[in-house]
T-cell receptor, first 112, second 113 residues
Framework: DQQVKQNSPSLSVQEGRISILNCDYT??????FLWYKKYPAEGPTFLIS?????DKNEDGRFTVFLNKSAKHLSLHIVPSQPGDSAVYFC???????????FGQGTELSVKP | KAGVTQTPRYLIKTRGQQVTLSCSPI?????VSWYQQTPGQGLQFLFE???????NKGNFPGRFSGRQFSNSRSEMNVSTLELGDSALYLC????????????FGNGTRLTVT
């Protein structure tokens, strides 16, 4: 049972435009959500997180939106840059404890 | 501050053998988690240790085991290797594991032939 789903395996965006990566979850007990970026041959790198008491969190070019009623979160990257090309994973956790459930990832390609 | 260090980076083993992977967390981090990454499956949670105790466990067979030492370093062991165990094994550490982001190492690539 895939509790966290990223239904788009890949996304291609032009440099300077907005990238929107989506993630759906099924477990209503999740209360902490994160996005990670992964380059080949490296471990995932933490990007941004949001707790269930918020519906938006911003950090520079990255904004995460959480819609609890729809059990949906999204990551917006504005403006997109070629260096953003990587696989993006969303993850969720139900406190307490450090068990994160990851989606399958979306490969973002930002073309110059 | 040094990041999460995993050794070795690459391993090739034969079916039926066993393997031990090592992870040194970021200094001061007490929670260590292990994940398996295979193509199309994303990152699958194996287990999490906090203060030398297994706090969470994923849905993997008993052939997968781990432990954490008093200095927070962790090891993962896989016995009776199967071809399907070929994967990237990632270790991650965090301060407490609760509402604190995981910081990942670069992983150990295990190939079982």
């Amino acid at each position: 049972d895939q509790q966290v789903k990223q239904n788009s395996p890949s996304l291609s965006v032009q440099e300077g435009r907005i990238s929107i990566l989506n993630c759906d979850y099924t477990n209503s007990m999740f209360d902490y959500f994160l996005w990670y970026k992964k380059y080949p041959a490296e471990g995932p790198t933490f990007l941004i997180s949001i707790s269930s008491i918020k519906d938006k969190n911003e950090d520079g070019r990255f904004t995460v939106f959480l819609n609890k009623s729809a059990k949906h979160l999204s990551l917006h990257i504005v403006p997109s840059q070629p260096g953003d090309s990587a696989v993006y994973f969303c993850a969720a956790s139900a406190s307490p404890g450090g068990k994160l459930i990851f989606g399958q990832g979306t490969e973002l390609s930002v073309k110059p | 501050k040094a990041g999460v260090t995993q050794t070795p980076r690459y391993l090739i083993k034969t079916r039926g053998q066993q393997v031990t992977l090592s992870c040194s967390p970021i200094s001061g981090h007490r929670s260590v988690s292990w994940y398996q990454q295979t193509p199309g499956q994303g990152l699958q949670f194996l287990f999490e240790y906090f203060s030398e105790t297994q706090r969470n466990k994923g849905n993997f067979p008993g052939r997968f085991s781990g432990r954490q030492f008093s200095n927070s370093r962790s090891e993962m062991n896989v016995s009776t290797l199967e071809l399907g165990d070929s994967a990237l094994y990632l270790c991650a550490s965090s301060l407490t594991g609760e509402f604190s982001p995981l910081h990942f190492g670069n992983g150990t690539r295990l190939t079982v032939t």
